[in-house]
């Protein structure tokens, strides 16, 4: 069974730092693009950083961009994100999600990153930003 697993959400101040995990079990990592995902209450679902199955490629959501970074360690089956400088707006459950390519998309006038082909969801990690 595909399963991904969130950790390293919580609460931070403005301005601070977290980093998130992905933890993959029951298929090697290494085949499938990654994509995080966010979702504020009452907002759509967004994906803020999304890296392809080699990690060469990464793609960010305007958003973002400059602040999170995404990488991936496939011998760990590990994916994570850097999120540094963070801000109120960013408070969200953070999932993950598993997939064949890289895709982006425009919404509103801002792009944003996302994967095709899902083949599997985390149940997501509660980041919030306050003072």
């Known amino acids: 069974q595909l399963q991904l697993v969130e950790s390293g959400g919580g609460l931070v101040q403005p301005g601070g730092s977290l980093r998130l995990s992905c933890a993959a079990s029951g298929f090697a990592l290494d085949y499938y693009a990654i994509g995080w995902f966010r979702q504020a209450p009452g907002k759509e679902r967004e994906g803020v950083a999304c890296i392809s199955s080699s990690g060469g490629s990464a793609n960010y959501a305007d958003s973002v961009k400059g602040r999170f970074t995404v990488s991936r360690i496939n011998a760990q089956n590990t994916t994570y994100l850097q999120m540094n400088g963070l801000k109120p707006e960013d408070t969200a459950v953070y999932h993950c999600?598993?997939?064949?390519?890289?895709?982006?998309?425009?919404?509103?006038?801002?792009?944003?990153?996302?994967?095709?082909?899902?083949?599997?969801w985390g149940q997501g990690t509660q980041v919030t930003v306050s003072s």
């Open positions: 999600a598993a997939g064949v390519f890289l895709r982006t998309y425009i919404s509103g006038s801002q792009h944003y990153c996302s994967i095709t082909n899902f083949a599997s």
